[in-house]
């Protein structure tokens, strides 16, 4: 089975900018979920795609938003970007079953898209 | 809101020897999960190991096991035996029903192995 995949691996952006961010689900699994991992800190939930709808979001500002495609990918989009979205952002997938609890339902994550935003 | 708290930012183990990462959470909620996730220099999160709060019986999965205290919201992991690729970031996290699909991670603990 083929694991998260992520892209790009790296990138740098301007202050204003907008950048879109892909992940691409392991097999199987119909969720994707982005997480932001700033430097020396834990990762913090932005939002959950399920079904093609945002399933939950976190303490993230509008300018935050996201896409899933039929195929169970995603994207992460970001505008007007600030010096603070510097960081490494994280994709998961899992498995949801609504009649499972959601901690039942493991993250798998992807390897990262490290921003850098000057 | 719930909140995970790693007090240990970095940790050193001899190779062959064990080690044990801490963790405390804070939740008014019965039933949750909690995790243990590494991260190498590689940057992809790894789970470790699984924890459900309605098993009294700490999991174990081969060199890494937990010591799971409920009443005291604490959740740590003992590695036995390290050895050099047990080097990484470890972050603990929980998620529960009601946080909606959420995780919650804490800061982190650094473990080095020294050879």
């Known amino acids: 089975e083929t694991g998260v995949t992520q892209s790009p691996t790296h990138l740098i952006k301007t202050r204003g900018q907008q950048v879109t961010l892909r992940c691409s689900s392991q097999s199987g699994h119909n969720t994707v979920s982005w997480y932001q991992q700033a430097l020396g800190q834990g990762p913090q939930f932005i939002f959950q795609y399920y079904r093609e709808e945002e399933n939950g979001r976190g303490n993230f500002p509008p300018r935050f938003s996201g896409l899933q495609f039929p195929n169970y990918s995603s994207e992460l989009n970001v505008n007007a970007l600030e010096l603070d979205d510097s960081a490494l952002y994280l994709c998961a997938s899992s498995s949801l079953d609504r009649a499972i609890p959601s901690g039942a339902n493991v993250l798998t994550f992807g390897a990262g898209s490290r921003l850098t935003v000057l | ?115």
């Open chain 2, 1 to 115: 809101a719930q909140t995970v708290t790693q007090s240990q930012p970095e940790m050193s183990v001899q190779e062959a020897e064990t080690v044990t990462l801490s963790c405390t959470y804070d939740t008014s909620e019965s039933d949750y999960y909690l995790f243990w996730y590494k991260q190498p220099p590689s940057r992809q999160m790894i789970l470790v190991i699984r924890q459900e709060a309605y098993k009294q019986q700490n999991a174990t999965e081969n060199r890494f096991s937990v010591n799971f205290q409920k009443a005291a919201k604490s959740f740590s992991l003992k590695i036995s035996d390290s050895q050099l690729g047990d080097a990484a970031m470890y972050f603990c996290a929980y998620t529960s029903y009601n946080t909606g699909n959420q995780f919650y991670f804490g800061t982190g603990t650094s473990l080095t192995v020294i050879p």
